[in-house]
T-cell receptor
Framework: DTGVSQDPRHKITKRGQNVTFRCDPISEHNRLYWYRQTLGQGPEFLTYFQNEAQLEKSRLLSDRFSAERPKGSFSTLEIQRTEQGDSAMYLC??????????????FGPGTRLLVL | AQSVAQPEDQVNVAEGNPLTVKCTYSVSGNPYLFWYVQYPNRGLQFLLKYITGDNLVKGSYGFEAEFNKSQTSFHLKKPSALVSDSALYFCAVRVHGSSNTGKLIFGQGTTLQVKP
């Protein structure tokens, strides 16, 4: 399978715990995005990496959230001191592009987080 | 601010009939427009995109979409619906500009129900 993969697919945690999600993009894709999708809504942008550089963060990304892409390949998204409002589907997408931004983003299956 | 609207929460159509899922957008620059489909417990799958050129764009699984600049719309269409087309459909826009990172702005989604 050469698509975007995410791990874990499901995560149940208690409020106040820390969680970490992993995304493996399509090989050689230089751009990586994280989105969050709550029930009945479309995905909302969280953060963007070009290679290993984090170039944009949404205001949705509070200081409890941190994302990394240390070698420009896989990425991790960590949520510290989880809250019930963090319950959502976390989607990762990757693309191969330069300046044109015409390229397509390909999404992984998502990690569904439930905070009890 | 850029935004995407999908005015219908749900569209119902009989198998074999044509289907239309509506999308309108509001952007300050030239838009790149996308349609994705989401099946239960899965990530988003790319259907088609409009970048430039012919206003009628053909995509996967027999879907097509028509870009209408004057009406700022990008409706998704299919001549003959299948029961297997039943899913959640998202329209998204990416603005082509000098300082954006390629993030997608999504509509809230439209559930398509195709009945046999």
């Amino acid at each position: 399978d050469t698509g975007v993969s995410q791990d874990p697919r499901h995560k149940i945690t208690k409020r106040g715990q820390n969680v970490t999600f992993r995304c493996d993009p399509i090989s050689e894709h230089n751009r990586l995005y994280w989105y969050r999708q709550t029930l009945g809504q479309g995905p909302e942008f969280l953060t963007y990496f070009q290679n290993e550089a984090q170039l944009e963060k949404s205001r949705l990304l509070s200081d409890r959230f941190s994302a990394e892409r240390p070698k420009g390949s896989f990425s991790t998204l960590e949520i510290q001191r989880t809250e019930q409002g963090d319950s959502a589907m976390y989607l990762c997408a990757s693309s191969l592009g330069d300046r044109g931004l015409q390229e397509t983003q390909y999404f992984g299956p998502g990690t569904r987080l439930l905070v009890l | 601010a850029q935004s995407v609207a999908q005015p219908e929460d749900q569209v119902n159509v009989a198998e074999g009939n044509p289907l239309t899922v509506k999308c309108t957008y509001s952007v300050s620059g030239n838009p790149y427009l996308f349609w994705y489909v989401q099946y239960p417990n899965r990530g988003l799958q790319f259907l088609l995109k409009y970048i430039t050129g012919d206003n009628l764009v053909k995509g996967s699984y027999g879907f097509e979409a028509e870009f209408n600049k004057s009406q700022t719309s990008f409706h998704l269409k299919k001549p003959s619906a299948l029961v297997s087309d039943s899913a959640l459909y998202f329209c998204a826009v990416r603005v082509h500009g000098s300082s954006n990172t390629g993030k997608l702005i999504f509509g809230q989604g439209t559930t398509l129900q195709v009945k046999p």
